[in-house]
């Protein structure tokens, strides 16, 4: 996408903002003649002055903050941002500015070292929460019996073969250490990210939950008992939490709109990177049975040491240091992020006018005010509904009971230990593959449309691999080939829509003033409920098979579906302020174009092939309706 396709608008947070052409009369006449469907959006609050009052102010600014030597650059970058379309007009744009413009505008995936480095680093950090899933997955086939909680014998009152789970009890203590750690990430570790931002910054928030996740993996690996090896999940959970809400905002305010999806979405990549890692951590120390799972739960200190020790070399968020006052270093800090200072300028200062913005409604808000803001004003309120339901959506598809219990699940269908560890790693594998063709697909065919096409298949691979559990015929190898192929087709359709898409839609769609709190809040949910399921999961085989559960599972992603339809709006290719006009949008009008106008147009041209005209889209971009008027 191009800078020309950017949309420039302000944070609109209620339903009772101005009429939102009724200061631009020949906008709305074009709006008009674009179609009655459309809607006409904010306009960019630079354009609200004349270009010498811009300019002017624009150097007021740099000189008001400490940085007189820069309000000449402010002053053009000003004229940039007010018209990003068509920055080659400004007449007064050195040779080096405009050709790093072009440069920009032309090579989508151009950025400094200084970026790629930040963006790398956080996403390494994420492979401590795929490294513990899989650490956890293969130390189920181990630690129970350390602890004494598998059957060395038939038992013939409870009818349980050797090898199971004694009891009852026994099945809902193995679910609880598995799942502790995302009960208190989400419980815990996420409501404690706006003090730890607060007073630490973003750095130091990362620094320290990455010192407590290299600790704790340790910790586990030490522990004497089921209740020491709670204790250390327990506070490793704390530290996953703070650690998640945090490291996607970070990265998600570092990033150039254009790219910014596929960059955040590293932080998934690695997610996964981090799974894979730790199946094949766990075929390493396979051989060493008696200490494996300590080997395997410890291994996850890797990334998390790596991730405390770089991220002294990044530099702060600049729209956290915007945010709390810092101006002149948080431009130093965009500067280091972007790979020319006009470019630098441009985004910092737009940003500045939009945070402006955002603080005439958000004035004296505090902690509590903003995270009742998430429930309350309808645009945070939309975004919320958005980032809770595909939160929740990768709990309900299922993909966590395969990352929790792969190797359970296989030894169950047949398959050796040994043969159970090697059938997850290929699983692990093959999240890392798939996932890798999404980075260039998120920002192309964006969130909503990959969850949608995704979420069908997702449900017909679950169900056809419950399904296959049914056979039983004598020989087990006759169910664990399509046992296995549709559990890796199931992960193959997660890691194109949903896996790459959560996390990265949460940290993009709330306003900075409640961004905090609304990631927070999304995490929240997507924690808890994989700590419910984690917890649950053992018992449910139990009581209503593997099949049941692997079908209750599959109903759960149609569910989901019609949550991502009603709830999650397109947001790729936008910058985080103008994320704002998507979510202003009223619900009732939002899905009465999606009902009325989309999926009939879908259904037509793509499913009967007709040959029909595309609709116009519900939000009008406002450059496309000055692109029709001829340039004064």
């Not at 396979?286 to 405390?308: C, Y």
């Not at 009971?401 to 692990?428: D, E, K, R, W």
């Not at 099949?547 to 599959?554: C, D, S």
Request: glycine share 8%.
């Amino acid at each position: 996408m191009s800078e020309k396709d950017f949309v420039a608008a302000p944070a609109v947070h209620n339903e009772k903002h101005v009429d939102q052409t009724s200061h631009k009369p020949d906008l709305a006449a074009a709006a008009g003649r674009r179609g009655s469907v459309a809607l006409n959006i904010v306009e960019n609050p630079l354009r609200r002055t004349s270009p010498a009052e811009t300019v002017a102010e624009a150097r007021a600014f740099a000189e008001a903050n400490g940085m007189p030597e820069h309000a000449a650059l402010f002053g053009r970058a000003a004229m940039v941002a007010r018209d990003p379309g068509r920055f080659e007009m400004v007449s007064d744009l050195p040779d080096t500015e405009r050709a790093a413009l072009i440069y920009e505008r032309d090579h989508k995936w151009h950025g400094s070292k200084m970026l790629w480095f930040s963006i790398g680093l956080c996403a390494i950090g994420a492979a401590t929460q795929g490294w513990d899933q899989t650490g956890s997955n293969g130390a189920n086939l181990s630690f129970p019996e350390e602890f004494g909680f598998i059957l060395h014998a038939d038992d013939p009152v409870s009818g349980r073969k050797k090898g199971a789970l004694k009891d009852e009890k026994s099945e809902w203590i193995v679910g609880l250490i598995n799942a502790i750690i995302f009960l208190t990430a989400g419980l815990i570790g996420a409501f404690i990210v706006d003090p730890l931002n607060k007073y630490l910054g973003r750095r130091g928030e990362i620094f320290l939950t990455a010192a407590c996740l290299t600790a704790t993996p340790i910790g586990s690996g030490f522990a004497k008992s089921w209740e020491g090896l709670f204790i250390a999940r327990f506070i490793m959970g704390i530290g996953i939490g703070a650690k998640n809400a945090t490291v996607p905002i970070y990265s998600a305010e570092m990033a150039p709109a254009r790219i910014r999806g596929a960059l955040v979405m590293f932080w998934q990549l690695w997610v996964v990177i981090g799974i894979f890692l730790g199946f094949c951590a766990n075929v390493i120390v396979k051989d060493v049975p008696r200490i494996a799972w300590r080997l395997q739960l410890g291994s996850a200190f890797i990334p998390s040491l790596i991730l405390m020790i770089g991220i002294f070399f990044c530099p702060e968020s600049p729209r956290w240091l915007m945010k709390h006052g810092k101006i002149a270093q948080g431009f130093v800090s965009m500067d280091k992020l972007r790979a020319n200072s006009i470019i630098a300028a441009r985004d910092y200062y737009y940003s500045y006018v939009i945070y402006k913005e955002e603080l005439k409604v958000a004035s004296g808000s505090t902690y509590f005010t903003r995270l009742a803001d998430c429930f309350t004003v309808p645009r945070i309120r939309r975004a919320n509904y958005g980032a809770s339901t595909v939160m929740i959506a990768q709990q309900m598809c299922g993909i966590n009971i395969i990352s929790f219990y792969s190797a359970s699940i296989f030894v169950s269908v047949g398959y050796t230990p040994v043969q159970a560890l090697y059938a997850s790693l290929g699983y692990g594998a093959i999240q890392v593959v798939f996932t890798i063709p999404t980075l260039f697909l998120i920002d192309t065919k964006g969130r909503r449309t990959l969850c949608l096409i995704t979420f069908p298949l997702m449900c017909i691979f679950l169900l056809a691999a419950g399904l296959s559990l049914l056979k039983d015929d004598g020989s087990p190898a006759a169910r664990i080939g399509p046992v296995v192929l549709f559990v890796y087709l199931f992960t193959i359709a997660y890691s194109m829509g949903e896996g790459p898409v959560a996390f990265q839609y949460s940290a993009e769609v709330f306003p900075t003033i409640q961004r905090e709190q609304g990631m927070a809040w999304a995490v929240c949910i997507n924690n808890t409920f994989a700590g419910v399921l984690s917890l649950t999961f053992p018992r449910m085989t139990s009581v209503m098979t593997p099949t049941g559960a692997f079908g209750f599972y599959a109903g759960l992603n149609l569910i989901a579906w019609f949550m991502i339809f009603c709830f999650v709006r397109e947001t790729k290719q936008l910058t985080l302020e103008e994320i704002d006009q998507v979510f202003s949008v009223p619900t009732k009008s939002y899905l009465n174009y999606e009902l009325k106008t989309a999926l009939p147009y879908f259904i037509k041209h793509t499913i009967l092939r007709q040959n029909i005209a595309k609709p116009p889209p519900l939000i009008e971009k406002q450059h496309d309706l000055i692109d029709d008027m001829p340039v004064a």
